[in-house]
């Protein structure tokens, strides 16, 4: 009987992890954020009334075993002058099926039937009016995921307008977990919308399974400046109740002087040092490894080798 495993994120972070992570005999849940507001999924969120659906099409599209054609036509985003500019065809398809359906968790179980998905995909909530909150050192209050992005500061707290009903299954597949993973992304707008929510944090408190932070291979402006892979821990622990994070997998890859400069002057974007004796002080397991790899010129991690380190933990776990 495979192993479980509860994948928590959003953004490009955790469709590409699970890219590798689908060829492992492991049993996956994704369960994604939905209150991003930004480019089609909010077109589609003000005109529908639906919770974002950007991430999602990603994560299927990743899991998916179909032919690449038809994962290139789900990515497509019109060109035009007319209202279609701009949108994704699977942002287009999962609307029409939530349209159809009245339930975003069924519209993805049809779609993943659909694309051949083998794992189970989740929202974290259906509440179609999900809005992401950020107040900031100064305690500027920022209402908006796209606009905490582009507000490149840090947070002094990220929370919700109104709390989320967290769908039964994503509190179900936690408890039942044999390892929950933070995905690497932004941690304020792809890891903490998931682990904020009050039933979640209940749901974690309950569950057997360690927790494993990915950890992010370089910084976000104005957010995680300077920020080291401790940091990155530590700032994931003051949002958990009493169950902590556990294990960090972290990339040791050198990363070139001309890539580095690359990042800083266009993205003004640093790496992220591994910090050893901080990490040990935390009580958390380092699993380190040459991760990283550059595809279209930019830093990724190799999802295959991250898959490998996830599958040998779990297997000794």
Do not use: W
């Amino acid at each position: 009987m495979n192993k479980k495993v509860v994948v928590m994120g959003g953004g490009t972070g955790i469709s590409y992890l699970l890219r590798g992570l689908k060829d492992f005999p492991v049993d996956i849940t994704a369960v994604i954020t939905v209150s991003d507001n930004g480019r089609s999924t909010g077109k589609l969120r003000e005109e529908f009334h639906t919770p974002a659906v950007g991430d999602i099409r990603k994560v299927i599209t990743n899991l998916s075993g179909i032919d690449e054609p038809i994962k290139n036509m789900m990515s497509y985003r019109f060109k035009t002058s007319s209202d279609l500019d701009g949108h994704a065809v699977g942002n287009l398809i999962l609307t029409a099926m939530l349209d159809i359906t009245g339930s975003l968790k069924d519209s993805i179980a049809h779609l993943s039937k659909l694309l051949d998905v083998r794992h189970t995909v989740l929202p974290i909530s259906e509440d179609s009016n999900l809005t992401l909150m950020g107040m900031d050192k100064d305690g500027n209050i920022i209402e908006g995921e796209e606009q905490i992005t582009k507000a490149h500061r840090q947070f002094e707290k990220i929370f919700y307008k109104n709390e989320p009903k967290v769908l039964k299954e994503v509190l179900d597949a936690i408890e039942e977990a044999d390892l929950i993973i933070f995905s690497m992304g932004s941690l304020y707008t792809s890891v903490l919308p998931n682990i904020i929510c009050k039933e979640v944090k209940e749901a974690f408190n309950k569950a057997k399974a360690p927790i494993m932070y990915l950890s992010n291979i370089v910084t976000q402006p104005g957010e995680t400046d300077n920020f080291t892979v401790g940091d990155h821990i530590k700032l994931l622990n003051k949002y958990l109740d009493k169950k902590k994070v556990n294990v960090v997998i972290a990339s040791n890859t050198k990363i070139s002087e001309e890539m580095a400069l690359k990042y800083q002057n266009e993205e003004q974007k640093d790496p992220v040092i591994i910090d050893y004796e901080e990490i040990k002080k935390l009580g958390v397991e380092l699993i380190e490894g040459d991760l990283m790899i550059i595809e279209d010129n930019t830093l990724k991690h190799h999802s295959l080798r991250l898959s490998s380190l996830i599958f040998s933990y779990l297997m000794r776990s």
